[in-house]
């Protein structure tokens, strides 16, 4: 299976090239800020006294400023949907990036927290500097109140020693519970500690605004390591006449050519001399700058959708389904949706604060408003939602008219929000595959050609659905019926079985039948379901073909 450089530029290239170009943003900022503060005049003072850690602390303190900018951008989730769909962004290669958003949280994500630890560290060592380094002679520019003072009383009894113990706390229980392990065990706990970043992007302006590290303000009165004949004399020194007068403007002869001109005397003989003590100033806090902007459209945003998702929806229907499969139906005023987009439930009698994301397997159309979502019955709040649903339904499968309807619980919608799935209908020709319930994303888009696909670019669809056991097939049969377009005689889903087969599916012989029917084409690739199947399909699609057919490859993954 040899490997298609076409192909892998085409799934790799931007998503890699990104990532380099962000890459070499951070070691830039990094290597920056450490020349900064290691040969800057400004800082020469406060590098004496701290040394190494000085730099460090502050060449970590830009990665992190910067990284804690960028990490909220992939979660402006209406931002990416309307970038996403309103065709604002031409290019498929740029939109097929913003699928790439999740994944860029969490590399931002892990970037915070390696910095951190470096930043830590540095600042360990500054305050370790700051008690035996203490200068008699710069009093402003000392953290510490007296030579060997307790470096503990730094960190906990200064505004940026205890902001920054607090946040090194929350950011440790918002990474901890960012495993897989937890997530998928126990998700409320990832849920709650990750909005925790909203505690921890306030400790982080208070952070920055106490003013530890100062620089000099008065370079041209007083450059660094200058001798100061004021001082001097108030310590009963003798001065030399010659400072005590300006230097006069001396024209001296060259040195013979055949003697070596004596590098030290002439760089080093005369002592610049200072006209006042030098000031120190504490800087602007610079992170305000990096994280105000992204805070506040994140924050902006939220209102939006907490104004938007305000109204309570009206459910139509529950359907019960084999495998513990529960299907909603519900309107909602002015609901607009896209196929293969998802939306976002909240339950407030199942979880005052909690809420999840299911993508949605009906759209609203210009003839019908309703839309709903399929969703498996896994873990503490699904089963919640189905016993109080079910509790009010006889789990038959009729659709009643609005004034009979029953006293089901609130429930609100956050959304629409935008998937890859999206794209599958401005390819020409598409291949989706579906693990279990992740056929989900892929109803919607076969409900929508029910109503009509002569107005999408698609021209031949590739659908194949893997499950574990044949009963699962059955949240869908009617609908696959339906896009047969057969007429069913005798056994309901007779039209069906032409097209089961048991087994696992043979992914190469697939890939190499669709690639010869599809000569020279490009053929987008979407999955939803187990990392396995996926894992099989990303590699098939970055393979070579000797046919000239190229597989874009595309995944789903909530943001």
Not at 61 to 90: D, E, I, T
Not at 164 to 176: A, D, E, K, P, Q
Not at 288 to 294: L, N, Y
Request: a positive charge; aromatic letters at 14%; charged letters at 20%.
């Amino acid at each position: 299976m040899a490997l298609s450089w076409r192909s892998w530029l085409a799934n790799e290239g931007s998503k890699h090239l990104f990532l380099v170009f962000w890459l070499f943003l951070n070691v830039w900022l990094f290597w920056k800020t450490f020349l900064l503060y290691n040969q800057g005049l400004q800082y020469y003072y406060l590098h004496q006294m701290l040394g190494l850690g000085l730099c460090v602390s502050r060449a970590s303190a830009s990665v992190l400023n910067f990284n804690c900018c960028l990490v909220l951008l992939p979660m402006c989730r209406v931002l990416l949907a309307f970038l996403r769909g309103s065709q604002k962004v031409a290019s498929r290669k740029t939109r097929r990036l913003l699928d790439k958003s999740k994944t860029f949280h969490v590399t931002c994500g892990v970037t915070i927290c390696v910095f951190s630890v470096l930043h830590v560290a540095a600042h360990l060592v500054n305050a370790l500097n700051f008690s035996e380094n203490y200068s008699e002679e710069f009093l402003a520019l000392n953290a510490a109140n007296y030579r060997g003072e307790d470096p503990r009383k730094l960190l906990f009894a200064t505004v940026p020693g205890l902001t920054g113990v607090i946040m090194v706390l929350v950011l440790f229980l918002m990474c901890t519970a960012s495993t897989y392990a937890i997530r998928v065990s126990n998700y409320d706990i990832f849920w709650y500690t990750h909005n925790l970043f909203f505690v921890f992007y306030m400790l982080l302006m208070l952070h920055v605004s106490g003013g530890v590290l100062k620089y000099q303000t008065n370079l041209e009165e007083h450059p660094p390591g200058c001798f100061n004949p004021n001082k001097t004399l108030r310590q009963s020194m003798t001065v030399p006449k010659a400072f005590e007068e300006p230097f006069p403007d001396y024209t001296t002869e060259p040195f013979p050519e055949d003697l070596p001109v004596p590098e030290p005397f002439v760089q080093n003989n005369f002592m610049g001399i200072c006209s006042e003590e030098p000031k120190f100033q504490s800087h602007f806090p610079e992170t305000w700058f990096w994280i105000s902007g992204p805070l506040c459209l994140y924050c902006v945003e939220r209102l939006y959708r907490y104004i938007r998702s305000n109204k309570p929806v009206t459910i139509t229907s529950v359907l019960s389904h084999p495998s513990n499969v529960l299907e909603v139906r519900m309107i909602k005023d002015n609901f607009k949706a896209r196929p293969g987009q998802y939306v976002i439930l909240h339950c407030p009698r199942v979880s005052a604060l909690e809420s999840h994301p299911f993508t949605l397997t009906m759209c609203p159309t210009d003839t019908k408003a309703t839309f709903g979502v399929h969703l498996k019955v896994v873990g503490d709040w699904t089963e919640r939602f189905r016993d109080l649903l079910l509790l009010h339904s006889n789990q038959d499968t009729e659709i009643l008219p609005i004034f009979q309807q029953r006293r089901y619980p609130k429930l609100y919608v956050d959304g629409p929000f935008g998937s890859p799935f999206e794209e599958s209908l401005n390819y020409e020709v598409s291949l989706c595959v579906a693990g279990g319930i992740g056929v989900t994303p892929f109803a919607s888009v076969l409900n929508t050609l029910l109503d009509g696909w002569k107005c999408y670019k698609l021209r031949r669809l590739y659908f194949i659905w893997v499950c574990r056991d044949i009963e699962s097939f059955r949240w869908f049969a009617d609908l696959l019926c339906m896009l047969h377009n057969k007429k069913i005689i005798g056994e309901k889903y007779q039209a069906l079985n032409s097209r089961l087969l048991i087994g696992r599916p043979r992914w190469k012989l697939l890939f190499d039948e669709i690639a010869k029917c599809n000569r020279r084409k490009t053929i987008g690739v979407f999955c939803c379901g187990p990392n396995k199947i996926s894992k099989i399909l990303h590699k098939l699609s970055n393979s070579s073909n000797s046919y000239g057919t190229r597989f874009e490859y595309n995944k789903e993954s909530f943001s």
